[in-house]
């Protein structure tokens, strides 16, 4: 019996939805065991993150990227597992291993700050000064809370010359941040880049009110004393207990030493300089400043020793003849003194108080008599310690 054709049609319908209801049933059925299988994978990764972070924290770096490594393999999709990997890269010395996993976070999370943060550490690292400077402010940004987000882009700023564009962005969030010291030291580091150390100290003077036992703060305001000509001040600031652990730092000693040489306690400066001459000193600071506070005592033969360290090591460099100088001075020899002399204005010619002993020299040997020439050794440079 033929099918009427309302009926026919139905049949058809009927026909072409039962293989379209099975297709969605499949397709569901796949949906739920991929979502099933993903949330096996993170979980597995998950637990291979958490060890690769506990690793990282405890500086067993190996291990950490191990695990990491893991955690990625399982699920690649997390930007959180790129990020930590490229931390770890980075405190390996991969670096550039590193940029591509910060790279690889900030693509599949692009909301998060941090992996822009962390280019921009690895940029400046490379002096590429324009690429960090845009990824710090990309972090900023992102999550303008983060004070140090903003401050590596003012810091950046500052290095890169451009005090004015750092003092406007300081003044764009100095109202959100007003408690902290940081804002503060910011601002004292573009009036130092300035050279202006007198509102550099006091900066930091006001920044020590929020933040009196950092460390940190303590060095940079002993430092901001110091290029002012505030010795006392500077000295003052290194003898604070909070930096009891750090004094023994040769450049915090030499800091010292200078402050109590410039405070006529050469003495003192020697005995300071003396505990930290067996450390690493490539550019002879340390010699340099013991030679001055030895001449200003008159110990002789630590002179000499100076002398001669200067002259192998930094033989460019007037200090090393001029100890050697004052050293035959004093003890009469006075034509190797004429001869250190010559040394040393012939390696720095302007040097004025090498031109004054020189004179001095060459005028006693003619038979008049000046002040003896082994009486000064000159004012300190300013040069860092």
Request: with cysteine.
């Amino acid at each position: 019996m033929t099918l009427p054709v309302h009926a026919r049609i139905l049949a058809a319908l009927f026909a072409v939805a039962a293989p379209l209801a099975g297709c969605d049933g499949t397709l569901h059925s796949q949906k739920v065991r991929n979502e099933a299988r993903d949330r096996f994978d993170k979980a597995g990764a998950q637990i291979a993150y958490d060890q690769a972070r506990q690793s990282f924290h405890s500086g067993q770096f190996e291990d950490a990227l191990g695990h990491v490594d893991r955690a990625v393999g399982r699920f690649p999709k997390e930007s959180s597992y790129h990020l930590l990997r490229g931390r770890i890269l980075h405190e390996m010395t991969r670096v550039s291993d590193a940029r591509d996993a910060f790279r690889t976070a900030a693509e599949l999370d692009p909301s998060k700050s941090e992996p822009h943060y962390f280019l921009g550490i690895i940029h400046q690292r490379w002096r590429e000064h324009e690429e960090a400077l845009s990824c710090y402010a990309r972090a900023s940004e992102i999550d303008p809370s983060k004070l140090h987000f903003v401050a590596a882009e003012i810091e950046l700023m500052t290095v890169m010359g451009r005090h004015d564009a750092a003092e406007a962005r300081l003044a764009s969030v100095e109202r959100q941040f007003e408690f902290s010291p940081v804002v503060d030291r910011l601002r004292a580091d573009v009036a130092k880049m300035k050279g202006d150390h007198e509102r550099c100290a006091d900066l930091l003077e006001r920044a020590m009110v929020r933040e009196t036992s950092s460390p940190d703060h303590l060095e940079e305001l002993a430092f901001a004393r110091y290029s002012k000509g505030d010795w006392a001040g500077s000295l003052s600031a290194l003898e604070d207990p909070a930096l009891a652990k750090q004094l023994s730092r040769p450049d915090l000693a030499r800091l010292r030493a200078r402050n109590l040489i410039l405070l006529g306690r050469s003495s003192e400066a020697r005995d300071v300089l003396l505990a930290i001459l067996a450390e690493p000193d490539p550019e002879g600071r340390t010699a340099i400043l013991l030679g001055h506070a030895a001449w200003r005592v008159g110990d002789w033969s630590r002179v000499t020793e100076c002398g001669r360290s200067l002259v192998k090591r930094q033989p460019t460099l007037a200090e090393g003849y001029m100890f050697l100088g004052a050293a035959a001075h004093a003890s009469g020899r006075l034509d190797e003194s004429l001869a250190m002399f010559e040394q040393a204005v012939a390696r720095e010619p302007d040097r004025e108080v090498a031109q004054r002993l020189l004179a001095d020299v060459g005028a006693r040997i003619a038979g008049r008599t000046p002040a003896p020439a082994a009486a000064s050794a000159g004012a300190l440079r300013s040069d860092a310690p």
